[in-house]
């Protein structure tokens, strides 16, 4: 029996949502749902698409978890879980 389909080109690929990363397709879902309740839904599609897009071109060459990341940086410590062996985020400088 012939089997024919998708064989990812690593064990780590992450998964798509139609032609997106998962991350990415979050953007875009969320600018265009800005875009339908603001009562534009055509340019929030636009803009969404465009920010995916960026973002896509941003995470070019970086680690797969590179949201997380951004988000640990970025963010308020008491908003991003945080595990036992990593430090807070607003610790930059360590000794020793």
């Known amino acids: ?7 990812p080109k690593s064990l780590e690929a992450q998964e798509r949502f139609l032609w997106w990363e998962f991350d990415q397709a979050i953007l875009f879902l969320l ?3 800005m875009g339908v309740v603001s009562g534009a839904m055509l340019a929030g599609m636009v ?3 465009l920010i995916a897009w960026q973002y896509g071109r941003l995470k070019t060459g970086k680690h797969p978890k590179f949201a997380l990341h951004a988000l640990y940086w970025w963010l308020p410590s ?3 879980i945080r595990a036992r062996a990593t430090p807070p985020s607003h610790h930059r400088f360590f000794l020793g």
């Open 1 to 7: 029996m012939d089997e024919t389909g998708y064989i």
């Open 78 to 80: 008491w908003i991003v």
């Open 47 to 49: 803009f969404g698409g």
């Open 31 to 33: 600018v265009m749902g």
